[in-house]
């Protein structure tokens, strides 16, 4: 259940107490700076009134005007730097967090709304430790010592300007109070905006291409007037509190000049008391003015925080047991291959579908092994079973005779290599993309594999070498280049497994028959070859394809002996045959 209030707040704050504290401290000596003030100012008025010496009395009131402004300007600095820190420890949490979340979790929402939660809604805390928390709690301070002030000065001026502000403040709590779940609303329509955003920058050659730009701007422009309406809403209410506080202000003025004005002719209090008391009169003014305008500010924060928590809330992935993995067994006779899978079943959560039915078979080291089928017969999911994005919902998948379910998933997944169907390619250099799963490896060990791939040239051909951008997505490369540098990224960790899901959908000829040179030489390395293909070439010379159709195997064997015991691969490689010519 996600955490609702300032109680989901203070973890935020716990690493910061030492400076919330100093600046608390230091709000305290600035309130008390400020309640001395009129009552110096009284000293001051009675001195001038009996004719009495006064140098002391102004030299005091200058001193401490001066030294409350400097402390407080330490103050605001203080709560500026510790507002920083919270917003940078709130983001890396938050990123650590998406970051590690279940692949099924992250799928399941828009990458733009989770951008928009890492961003501007995080900004939002800033303003809760700045003119928020702490402001709420010093103006409150302030305010009450000023009550206790006025009391002691004149007790009926007191219960006059109480029943003024009181009204205005309770009605400005009360409207304050909406102001969380609007601010709630707000930023998940600012997320929704982002998320447009990232989708319409996302595809904008297909855009292009397709005549759609002017139709995405209307989209991306009707998710940014919904953010806009929404937080008009909130502005409204936010506008309201100001008025009301305003009105009781006025109210409180007018009766106490008034009432005071009174008494101060009949002689019940000097006009020394009178200024004193309208000294302090300000001083609670101004900090029930800061303590709502805090509240709002708290109010919004607290709403974008929801969203933070909302996340934070979400369980990471599981990283698998810590301790040794339990002896290797296998399904069958003899020593146990690289990879088993023993009657493989697998079903989305929420569906009754079966995406994969009992799928059995071996991958033994340094072999090719080729999963054919028609789309949507399963081979992608497996491929993320095998990395474990997902476990099987039925039957196992051993590596080395050892359950992957038992195995930590880091270490399961430091022996594997997966290139995905699109092979994205990170923004920034060659080096920050291969070096990515093999952040320790030399540059001679960088060369071999690009040397091994055939993609050599992509370092000679700049003058920046391996520091050569690649773009925004791999844009500066082709595809081609892309497939073959993801494999290089997956080579340099040194899989004993590597995982290809459609290496050469978007290939031409010449590209295919580089990349076809690339698994060539993947499998003098020893490293064995998971292959999800749909081309002929790519499959022929596998040492094994394993046929799917509709999650199940229907056939698994050389291409030779496929042709005439599977109806379906024969299909299938006519089918590839007549593309291919």
Same mark, same amino acid.
């Given at each position: ?33 400020? #309640? ?46 510790? !507002? ?24 399941? *929402? ?51 300007? #109480?029943?003024? +502000? ?25 997320? !929704? ?10 595809? +904008? *050659?297909? #855009? ?275 497939? *073959? ?64 159709? !509709? ?11 496929? #042709? ?18």
């Amino acid at each position: 259940m996600r955490r609702e209030g300032l109680r989901s707040l203070l973890p935020h704050l716990r690493d910061h107490r030492r400076p919330l504290a100093a600046a608390a401290a230091l709000s305290l000596v600035t309130a008390a700076a400020g #309640l001395a003030q009129p009552l110096l100012v009284r000293r001051v008025i009675d001195g001038v009134q009996v004719g009495a010496s006064v140098g002391t009395a102004v030299a005091a009131v200058v001193v401490v005007l001066l030294a409350g402004s400097l402390i407080g300007a330490v103050q605001q600095y203080l709560l500026q730097r510790t !507002a920083e820190g919270v917003v940078l420890a709130t983001r890396r949490r938050l990123v650590g967090r998406l970051l590690r979340l279940p692949v099924a979790e992250l799928d399941a *929402r828009r990458t733009g709304d989770l951008i928009s939660r890492v961003g501007s809604d995080t900004t939002l805390l800033r303003a809760v430790v700045t003119s928020g928390l702490l402001e709420v709690a010093s103006s409150a301070l302030l305010a009450m010592g000023a009550v206790v002030a006025m009391a002691l000065v004149d007790p009926l001026l007191l219960g006059v300007t #109480l029943l003024a +502000v009181g009204v205005g403040v309770a009605a400005g709590v009360g409207v304050g109070r909406r102001l969380r779940e609007l601010a709630r609303t707000s930023q998940e329509r600012v997320g !929704a905006m982002t998320a447009a955003v990232e989708r319409a920058l996302g595809a +904008v *050659r297909t #855009l292009r291409a397709s005549g759609a730009t002017d139709r995405e701007v209307d989209a991306v422009g009707r998710a940014a007037e919904q953010a806009y309406d929404a937080g008009v809403r909130a502005a409204r209410v936010q506008a309201v509190i100001s008025p009301l506080v305003g009105v009781a202000v006025q109210g409180a003025f007018v009766a106490v000049l008034g009432v005071g004005g009174y008494r101060v002719a009949s002689g019940s209090i000097s006009v020394a008391d009178l200024v004193a008391f309208i000294l302090y009169l300000f001083l609670l003014v101004m900090p029930l003015g800061q303590l709502l305008g805090a509240y709002s500010q708290l109010q919004l924060g607290l709403g974008a925080l929801s969203r933070v928590e909302e996340v934070l809330a979400l369980g990471e992935e599981d990283p698998g047991p810590r301790a040794d993995p339990p002896p290797a067994r296998s399904a069958t006779p003899g020593p146990a291959a690289l990879l088993e899978l023993d009657s493989v079943s697998f079903t989305h959560p929420g569906s009754q579908t079966r995406v994969l039915d009992g799928v059995s078979f071996r991958v033994e080291p340094g072999t090719r092994t080729a999963l054919v089928g028609p789309s949507g017969a399963g081979k992608s999911t497996l491929l993320g079973l095998l990395e474990r994005f997902a476990d099987p919902t039925s039957g196992s998948i051993r590596l080395d005779g050892v359950d992957l379910r038992d195995l930590p998933r880091a270490a399961l997944r430091a022996r594997l290599g997966y290139v995905e169907q699109e092979a994205p390619v990170l923004a920034g250099t060659l080096r920050e993309n291969l070096l990515l799963a093999a952040p320790r490896a030399t540059d001679d060990e960088v060369a071999g594999v690009l040397a091994a791939v055939g993609l050599s040239a992509l370092v000679t051909r700049s003058p920046l070498g391996l520091d050569a951008p690649v773009g925004e997505g791999g844009v500066l490369l082709s595809g081609g280049e892309r497939q *073959r540098l993801a494999i290089c990224r997956s080579l340099l960790a040194n899989p004993d497994l590597l995982l290809l899901d459609e290496p050469t959908a978007s290939l031409d000829a010449r590209n295919e028959a580089a990349l076809a040179r690339a698994l060539d030489a993947v499998q003098q390395r020893s490293t064995a070859l998971i292959v999800v293909a749909h081309r002929l070439s790519t499959v022929v010379d596998a040492d094994q394809i394993v046929v799917l159709d !509709a999650g199940r195997v229907v056939g698994i064997g050389r291409h030779e002996e496929l #042709l005439e015991s599977t109806p379906l691969y024969r299909e299938l490689a006519m089918t590839q045959l007549l593309v291919a010519d």
